[in-house]
C-alpha cells in the first residue's frame, strides 16, 4: 500500500482540513496565494483519488482537472470584462483625463476644510467608476494628488493614507473586478452585483470625505483649503472630465437599462474612452504603455483565478463546503453574531493575504454558511434570519464581504495599496502609509456596520432591476 493509498483511510473531510493547513502554511511562508493554492489543490485531488483508484489512475485525473480547470473557467464569458475595464483605467489616465477629474474636484470642493484630501477621494471615487481596479487607482493618484498636498503643506502621512484609503473604492464602485469574481464564484448574476455596488460604494465616499473634513477641523495645521476660483473656472473643468462620466452613463445605462451585457458595456466604455484619448492627443507610447500594464494586470488576476479555482474543485470532493455550513448552523448563537464573527475573521485574514485571493479561497466554504444561516435556498425576506430573501442575501453578503476586503489592501503587513502608494512616491515610507490609513479604518467600521443594520442600501437599486 502506497503512501496516498494509507493516507487515504482517512474521511474526506479530514483530507480536506489537512490540505487547507498546508495552503495557508505556504502562504504564511511567503508562497503566492496562486501558486499555493494550485499547490494544494492539486496534491487534495492526488489524495482523494489515489485512495479511490490508485496511484497511478488518481495521478492522470488529477492532472487532466489541473489542464483543464484553468482554460474551462478563465475562458468564461463573464471574466472578458475584467480586461476592458482595467484598460478603461489605464486609458484614461495615459490621455490625461483623470488629470482633469482631479482639478475638476479640486475647484468644485477644495474650499472644504482639507479640501485636497476631499477632491482626492471624489476623483478617486470618479476614477474607480471607469477603472475597477484599485490598485491603479492607487498608483494613478499618487502620482497626481500627493505632490500637490505636500506642496500646501498636508502631513506626508496624511496625504499618502488618503490616496491608498480612497483607492479601496474601486472595489465597490462598478465596474469593479472583485465584484465580477464574486458573482462567478457565487454564481450570482453580474449586474446585479455591479448596480448593488453603485451606492454602498457612494457611501463610503462620502464617509471618507466626512472624515478628512473632521480631522481637518480638529487638528491646527492640517493642510488649507483651496480658495479663489471661481464659477466661471468651475465650469471651465467640467469638460475636461466628461469623458468620464460619458463612461459611467454607458455602464448604467447598459447594465440597468438592459441595452446590454455587462461585457458589452465595457467594451464599449474602452472604445469611448480610446476616442476621447487619441482625440486629445495621446501618443502611441502611451498606448503601448497603456496596453502592456492592462495585460500585466489582467494575467495576474487571472493567474491568481486559475490557482485558486484547483484548490476550490478539490474542497468540492472533499465535501468540506458542506461540513462548515452544517456546523455553522449548528452554533447555539444567533446568526447576526456568527455572521459578525465571520466578518471579523475576513479583518484577520487581510492581514495576510490579497483580497481576490481570500475571497476566492473562503468563499466556496462561507457563502454557502451564511445562505443557510439567512434560512437556506428559496428563503423569503419574511421567513429570514436577515430579514432579505435567498438573491438579497447572496447579494447584500457579496457587498459586504468585498467591504471586507478592501481592509486587506491598507492592513499590514501586507497592504498592497500602501506598498504601491510607497513604491511611486518614495518621500512617502510604508510606515508612512499604514500610519495614514489608521483613521480611514474607523471609517470603514462604520460603514461595514451601516451596510449590516441597513440591506436596503445595498438591495435598492438591485430591486428596482427585479433581483430581490
Not at 471624489?122 to 481596479?133: E, H, N
Amino acid at each position: 500500500m502506497n503512501l496516498f493509498e494509507t493516507l487515504g483511510q482517512m474521511d474526506t473531510v479530514s483530507i480536506g482540513l489537512w490540505v487547507t493547513g498546508l495552503m495557508l502554511f505556504l502562504v504564511v511562508i511567503g508562497v503566492r496565494v496562486a501558486f499555493a493554492a494550485a499547490i494544494a489543490g492539486f496534491l487534495g485531488l492526488l489524495w482523494v483519488f489515489s485512495a479511490r483508484m490508485g496511484f497511478e489512475k488518481g495521478f492522470l485525473v488529477a492532472m487532466k482537472m489541473a489542464g483543464t480547470i484553468p482554460h474551462s473557467k478563465v475562458s468564461t464569458l463573464a471574466l472578458s470584462l475584467i480586461p476592458t475595464f482595467i484598460l478603461i483605467g489605464f486609458l484614461a489616465y495615459h490621455a490625461g483625463l483623470t488629470r482633469s477629474l482631479f482639478e475638476a474636484a479640486k475647484r468644485w470642493v477644495g474650499w472644504l476644510p482639507g479640501g485636497m484630501g476631499v477632491a482626492t477621494v471624489f476623483s478617486a471615487a470618479g476614477f474607480a467608476a471607469v477603472s475597477g481596479a484599485s490598485v491603479a487607482t492607487s498608483a494613478v493618484f499618487a502620482r497626481i494628488a500627493i505632490p500637490e498636498m505636500l506642496q500646501l503643506g498636508y502631513d506626508k502621512r496624511f496625504a499618502a493614507g488618503v490616496v491608498a484609503a480612497s483607492g479601496t473604492l474601486a472595489s465597490l464602485i462598478p465596474p469593479s473586478a472583485i465584484l465580477v469574481i464574486y458573482a462567478i464564484i457565487v454564481e450570482q448574476d453580474v449586474g446585479a452585483l455591479l448596480m448593488a455596488g453603485f451606492i454602498p460604494g457612494a457611501f463610503s465616499a462620502l464617509v471618507y470625505g466626512g472624515l478628512v473634513i473632521f480631522m481637518a477641523k480638529s487638528r491646527r495645521d492640517f493642510g488649507p483649503p483651496v480658495r479663489g476660483f471661481s464659477w466661471k473656472q468651475r465650469f471651465e473643468s467640467l469638460p475636461g472630465a466628461m469623458p468620464i462620466f460619458l463612461v459611467v452613463g454607458i455602464i448604467i445605462v447598459c447594465i440597468y437599462g438592459g441595452v446590454g451585457t455587462p461585457t458589452e458595456a465595457g467594451s464599449l466604455g474602452a472604445f469611448v474612452i480610446l476616442c476621447m484619448a487619441l482625440y486629445k492627443g495621446m501618443r502611441m507610447h502611451e498606448l503601448k504603455d497603456a496596453l502592456i500594464e492592462t495585460a500585466k494586470l489582467t494575467v495576474m488576476i487571472f493567474t491568481i483565478i486559475w490557482g485558486v479555482l484547483l484548490y476550490v474543485r478539490f474542497l468540492g470532493f472533499a465535501d468540506l463546503p458542506t461540513a462548515f455550513s452544517d456546523w455553522i448552523t449548528s452554533l447555539d448563537q444567533s446568526p447576526m453574531l456568527t455572521l459578525i464573527l465571520i466578518l471579523l475573521a475576513y479583518a484577520v485574514l487581510g492581514m495576510f493575504m490579497d483580497a481576490i485571493g481570500m475571497l476566492l479561497l473562503t468563499l466556496p466554504v462561507v457563502y454557502p454558511a451564511v445562505i443557510a444561516l439567512n434560512g437556506g435556498e428559496g428563503v423569503t425576506a419574511a421567513e429570514s434570519a436577515f430579514g432579505v430573501s435567498a438573491v438579497g442575501c447572496s447579494i447584500w453578503f457579496g457587498i459586504i464581504v468585498v467591504k471586507m476586503a478592501e481592509f486587506c489592501l491598507i492592513t499590514p503587513p501586507i497592504g498592497l495599496n500602501c506598498f504601491v502608494v510607497a513604491g511611486v512616491r518614495p518621500e512617502c515610507s510604508v510606515q508612512d502609509v499604514f500610519r495614514g490609513v489608521i483613521p480611514f479604518f474607523i471609517a470603514d467600521a462604520l460603514t461595514i456596520a451601516a451596510l449590516v443594520a441597513m440591506p436596503s442600501i445595498v438591495l435598492w437599486l438591485p430591486g428596482l432591476m427585479g433581483f430581490s
